[in-house]
């Protein structure tokens, strides 16, 4: 099992930055890919970034070139980075975690860009 908490959402004018924050209860070396996701109102859940536990990472277009994800091994910590902010980022962010037992989520942070 895995508890995640996140961090770091907040209101941010568009063109802004945040940088959110998920830690892990158990070392994020040995989960399969530790993911973040976000939900806006009224749509589906949509996955936003992945690493694998070798590091490899992944985005979904939408984001490409503006958001990086990144972990600390030390803290059990995964990051996303989030440039140029668009109103359409504006959503509920949730980090995910896939190991061979299940898939855990953490209790979500609002992310809100506005002006």
């Known amino acids: 099992q895995v508890q995640l908490v996140e961090s770091g959402g907040g209101l941010v004018q568009p063109g802004g930055s945040l940088r959110l924050s998920c830690a892990a209860s158990?070392?994020?070396?040995?989960?399969?890919?530790m993911r973040w996701y976000r939900q806006a109102r009224g749509k589906q859940r949509e996955l936003v970034a992945a690493?694998?536990?070798?590091?490899?990472?992944n985005y979904a277009d939408s984001v490409k070139g503006r958001f990086t994800i990144s972990r600390a091994s030390a803290t059990n910590t995964i990051y996303l980075q989030m440039n140029v902010l668009k109103p359409e980022d504006t959503a509920v962010y949730y980090c995910?975690?896939?190991?061979?037992?299940?898939?855990?989520w953490g209790q979500g942070t609002q992310v809100t860009v506005s002006s």
């Open positions: 690493i694998s536990s070798g590091g490899t990472t």
């Open positions: 995910n975690a896939q190991t061979d037992f299940g898939s855990y």
């Open positions: 158990r070392s994020i070396t040995s989960i399969n890919s």
